[in-house]
T-cell receptor, first 118, second 118 residues
Framework: GAVVSQHPSWVICKSGTSVKIECRSL??????MFWYRQFPKQSLMLMAT?????????EQGVEKDKFLINHASLTLSTLTVTSAHPEDSSFYIC??????????????FGPGTRLLVL | AQTVTQSQPEMSVQEAETVTLSCTYD???????LFWYKQPPSRQMILVIR??????QNATENRFSVNFQKAAKSFSLKISDSQLGDAAMYFC???????????????FGKGTHLIIQP
């Protein structure tokens, strides 16, 4: 089956620093990837849609200058949390849609990245 | 905007019994997809079952089946012969179908915590 990886799996950083999270599709190509955020014991909230070769589309209320997304290739999207603050601490999950599986409409999820900002 | 509602924060079932998780949604779209995802303690999102709105037949995957009532905007998940490994958070999710291609992220419900009693 399609596999999506995320790196790192967890990260602790100081307030004010930037953190980059990678999302890779390992055995398929993805023109579209999605970034979600999940607070403890809560649901997943879509943050943005990452499109290969073009600008990301952000959901209402998500600061695009705060959460920088780059989708430079068909297998890699990155989320950079800039000038992180404790309120940015959360679980970040990416998902990817298989380019060749367009009509299946399944999104494959990565294992998530736990971010703790001190 | 689309909304997904899961009214059962927690459900408990005896091993080998059957349990039904409820989900309702609100949309003005006529064509869309509905999903049930499982999130075990590892927090990896696992697709359980998918339903295309244009299909009248309810989807089935082994012990998992859905009761899709389009007019009522209801999409419940039935788990038969519950197993200890079924214990997890279950999220109902919605995604609209875009004409001309493209993809949207998923809108999730708040989840139902399923407990399996041995």
């Amino acid at each position: 089956g399609a596999v999506v990886s995320q790196h790192p799996s967890w990260v602790i950083c100081k307030s004010g620093t930037s953190v980059k999270i990678e999302c890779r599709s390992l055995d398929f190509q993805a023109t579209t990837m999605f970034w979600y955020r999940q607070f403890p014991k809560q649901s997943l909230m879509l943050m943005a849609t990452s499109n290969e070769g073009s600008k990301a589309t952000y959901e209402q209320g998500v600061e695009k200058d705060k959460f920088l997304i780059n989708h430079a290739s068909l297998t890699l999207s990155t989320l950079t949390v800039t000038s992180a603050h404790p309120e940015d601490s959360s679980f970040y999950i990416c998902s990817a849609r298989d380019l060749l599986e367009a009509f299946q409409e399944t999104q494959y999820f990565g294992p998530g990245t736990r971010l703790l900002v001190l | 905007a689309q909304t997904v509602t899961q009214s059962q924060p927690e459900m408990s079932v005896q091993e080998a019994e059957t349990v039904t998780l409820s989900c309702t949604y609100d949309t003005s779209e006529s064509d869309y997809y509905l999903f049930w995802y499982k999130q075990p303690p590892s927090r990896q999102m696992i697709l359980v079952i998918r339903q295309e709105a244009y299909k009248q037949q309810n989807a089935t995957e082994n012990r998992f089946s859905v009761n899709f009532q389009k007019a009522a905007k209801s999409f419940s998940l039935k788990i038969s012969d519950s197993q200890l490994g079924d214990a997890a958070m279950y999220f109902c999710a919605y995604r609209r179908t875009r004409s001309g291609g493209g993809a949207d992220g998923l809108t999730f419900g708040k989840g139902t915590h399923l407990i399996i009693q041995p």
